[in-house]
């Protein structure tokens, strides 16, 4: 089977029976679904079952991809995002950071934040990333896993999370300021000087 096959192609043979087709289907998406559902939840096994919910779903025909609403991969994303919400609403109990607020009614960040927020994420501190998205809320980490780690667009996330653009940039700054703020509380402060992220 062509490596360059395209996701509709493999859909339509998936649809037809094509075991094969779905295999490649699974080796090229399954990767970066696991990666999001493990930093949304934290739990390996949870975010395993979400990866093969997704997928025995997508098999089944459970879920109804189109194609002229964008990707197959954002696709699965949102189907991902919405199998944790409904983890999260059987966990209630998700602390979020303490002191910081997320009123509509609070201050846009300046723009030193957002500098050194980006440099969180693009040097080596995984672990400490990992930890810092972990106590957001869930509607933040969704935006902050797909735009840092996924590298999705706005546009993609808005479609993604069912939210409009400004809501997207709104959650993303606010999501980038309590990180900043748990860097902080933990003493690790990072070098302002170091390369950031580019606005997709």
């Known amino acids: 089977m062509d490596n360059q096959e395209t996701d ?8 037809d029976g094509d ?13 970066p679904i696991y990666r999001y559902a493990l930093m949304r939840c934290g739990q390996s096994a949870l975010a395993a079952d979400v990866v093969q919910d997704v997928f025995m779903g997508l098999l089944s025909k459970s879920y109804r991809y189109d194609a002229g609403l964008g990707s197959l991969q954002n696709f699965l994303f949102g189907v991902a995002r919405n199998l944790l919400l409904k983890q999260d609403q059987a966990e209630r109990r998700r602390q979020s950071l303490p002191g910081y607020s997320d009123e509509d009614g609070e201050e846009v960040l300046m723009s030193e934040t957002t500098e050194l927020a980006d440099v969180i994420f693009h040097q080596q501190m995984t672990e400490h990333v ?19 780690l996924q590298e999705l667009s706005y546009a993609e996330i808005a479609v993604i999370c069912d939210i409009d653009i400004g809501t997207v940039r709104s959650r993303l700054s606010r999501a980038r300021a309590a990180i900043l703020q748990y860097s902080e509380r933990l003493g690790w402060r990072p070098d302002a000087a170091a390369k950031t992220g580019t606005q997709r």
Do not use: C, W
């Open 8 to 15: 509709s192609s493999l859909l339509t043979k998936m649809r």
């Open 19 to 31: 075991v094969a087709a779905f295999q490649r289907l699974y080796q090229r998406h399954q990767g």
């Open 130 to 148: 990992r930890q810092a998205v972990s106590v957001l809320r869930p509607h933040y980490r969704d935006v902050i896993i797909l735009y840092e």
